[in-house]
């Protein structure tokens, strides 16, 4: 399958301060990028949808002055947590669509970022 | 009721034995039936999925889907302890509808 990879892997941080995470499709060009957010023996939460050169689609509870999503290219989206706190440290996993809107079997998923705010 | 409901486990099996991974479900809009496996601290990576109901086989895994009773499978024959993972199922209403996942279900192989 295709290659969608994150960076960081795993970062710690200090609360009040801010965290980057990058999403990049490797291989293929994906118009439409997901970030989800998975805590420890949960499911994925689909946090928001992000369309390249448009603003990100959040879903409902999630605040979108916190979470911010950049999509500014078809190989690159960036998810910033702002102002972090211990409630924030999760798995954030996202994912590039290969096909239109990311269609089911054009979705690759990235390897995933442990954030942990102290 | 959530969405989609799934064991969390975990199930521990021998190897060699057949796995069978559960999910139901309570949106009757659901039409595509995916399940991933994910391994500790990486990204899921899709297995198979399936539109509807019916039976899906590709090489050891089957996956079925039971419309009417809102109930879905993944069985695994043979199993092999580098199948132990995290198993979710994940559904979603349209090709490119959002997709719901399930807890997931944490499988050990015991060789």
């Known amino acids: 399958g295709a290659v969608v990879s994150q960076h960081p892997s795993w970062v710690i941080c200090k609360s009040g301060t801010s965290v980057k995470i990058e999403c990049r499709s490797l291989d293929f060009q994906a118009t439409t990028m997901f970030w989800y957010r998975q805590f420890p023996k949960q499911s994925l939460m689909l946090m928001a949808t992000?369309?390249?050169?448009?603003?990100?689609?959040?879903e409902q509870g999630v605040e979108k002055d916190k979470f911010l999503i950049n999509h500014a290219s078809l190989t690159l989206s960036t998810l910033t947590v702002t102002s972090a706190h211990p409630e924030d440290s999760s798995f954030y996993i996202c994912?590039?669509?290969?096909?239109?809107?990311?269609?089911?079997?054009?979705?690759?998923f990235g390897e995933g970022s442990r954030l942990t705010v102290l | 009721q959530k969405e989609v409901e799934q064991d969390p486990g975990p199930l521990s099996v021998p190897e060699g034995a057949i796995v069978s991974l559960n999910c139901t479900y309570s949106?009757?809009?659901?039409?595509?039936f995916m399940w991933y496996r994910q391994y500790s601290r990486k990204g899921p990576e899709l297995l198979m999925y399936?539109?509807?109901?019916g039976n899906k086989e590709d090489g050891r895994f089957t996956a079925q889907v039971d419309k009417s009773s809102k109930y879905i499978s993944l069985f695994i024959r043979d199993s092999q302890p580098s199948d132990s993972a995290t198993y979710l199922c994940?559904?979603?209403?349209?090709?490119?509808?959002?997709?719901?996942f399930g807890k997931g279900t944490r499988l050990h192989i015991l060789p």
């Open positions: 994940a559904m979603s209403a349209n090709r490119d509808d959002k997709i719901i």
């Open positions: 994912s590039a669509g290969r096909g239109l809107a990311g269609e089911i079997g054009e979705l690759f």
């Open positions: 992000s369309n390249e050169g448009s603003k990100a689609t959040y």
């Open positions: 399936t539109y509807s109901s």
């Open positions: 949106n009757s809009a659901f039409q595509y």
